[in-house]
């Protein structure tokens, strides 16, 4: 091979290994800002769905403590909850809602509480059913950011 093709050639090869550690990087920066942004919103929407169930159990527990009766629309709202938790949550984060739902039906046959008895209940921390729910959801969500 003659001498004056070889400073083409390597000009050649330069400039392609340029182009394709060009191309890499930013493959590669794109690759992780989508990867960033799924996560964000798997969280996002995971958050949504556990502060709907917060919500909808705490106010279920509530009637619970001072009615008999359940209104059987509010189960079912708690139920779908659960349901789309199964769609996307961890066994552990979907058992402690169960355990959550149990105990609003476990409370449902119990007494009913008066002023006084729920005053010293909520004085005394005894019950706060939604805290291994909400533990384990933070525990979850810590998991999906350390992905």
């Given at each position: 091979?003659?001498?004056?093709?070889?400073?083409?050639?390597?000009?050649?090869?330069?400039?392609?290994?340029g182009?394709?550690?060009?191309f890499?990087?930013?493959?590669?920066?794109?690759?992780?800002?989508?990867?960033?942004n799924?996560?964000?919103?798997?969280?996002?929407?995971?958050?949504?769905?556990?502060?709907?169930?917060i919500?909808e159990?705490?106010?279920l527990?509530?009637?619970?403590l001072?009615?008999?009766?359940a209104?059987?629309?509010?189960l079912?709202?708690?139920?779908?909850?659960?349901?789309?938790?199964?769609?996307?949550?961890?066994s552990?984060?979907?058992e402690?809602?169960?355990?959550?739902?149990?105990l609003?039906f476990?409370t449902y046959?119990?007494p009913?509480?008066t002023?006084s008895?729920?005053r010293d209940?909520?004085?005394?921390?005894?019950?706060?059913?939604?805290?291994a729910f909400?533990?384990?959801?933070?525990?979850e969500?810590?998991a999906l950011?350390?992905?």
């Amino acid at each position: 091979m003659s001498t004056v093709y070889l400073p083409a050639i390597a000009a050649l090869a330069g400039s392609a290994i340029g182009g394709l550690t060009s191309f890499a990087s930013a493959w590669l920066t794109q690759y992780r800002q989508d990867r960033a942004n799924r996560l964000s919103g798997e969280k996002a929407r995971r958050q949504k769905l556990y502060k709907q169930f917060i919500d909808e159990a705490s106010k279920l527990y509530a009637d619970a403590l001072v009615h008999d009766q359940a209104e059987v629309s509010a189960l079912v709202s708690v139920y779908a909850l659960i349901s789309r938790m199964r769609v996307i949550s961890s066994s552990p984060v979907i058992e402690k809602a169960e355990i959550v739902v149990q105990l609003i039906f476990d409370t449902y046959s119990t007494p009913n509480k008066t002023f006084s008895e729920l005053r010293d209940l909520m004085s005394s921390h005894a019950v706060n059913p939604l805290r291994a729910f909400s533990e384990e959801c933070r525990a979850e969500l810590r998991a999906l950011n350390s992905r």
